[in-house]
């Protein structure tokens, strides 16, 4: 179940449309989503996965506990040290600086 919904997350990613209304908001929305990606595919296995399903696939924490047969515990300590990842990626927060509540 958890390699489903991580995989079905990774397509959702790249198939993402672009709702900007003017085409430099579109190319800023593309770069910031690579950015993302980048980072994303930088961090460990089991944060990468926590926070796919957590995000991107919109999993209960009771939900990714049981996919990933780990208790929920383990998967707040795994989505807390993910982002904390997450926030200290330069190339990720460069690219976010205005949006400085996203992470």
Do not use: W
């Amino acid at each position: 179940m958890a390699q489903d919904g991580i995989s079905c997350a990774e397509n959702g990613l790249a198939n993402l449309p672009d709702e900007a209304a003017y085409p430099d908001e579109a190319l800023d929305l593309s770069e910031k989503a690579a950015a993302m990606r980048v980072c994303l595919e930088s961090l460990p296995k089991k944060h990468r996965d926590v926070i796919f399903l957590r995000f991107y696939v919109n999993e209960s924490l009771d939900g990714i506990a049981t996919a990933l047969n780990c208790s929920v515990g383990t998967v707040k300590s795994r989505l807390f040290h993910g982002l904390e990842k997450l926030r200290k990626m330069k190339g990720l927060t460069a690219n976010f600086r205005e949006h400085k509540n996203l992470l």
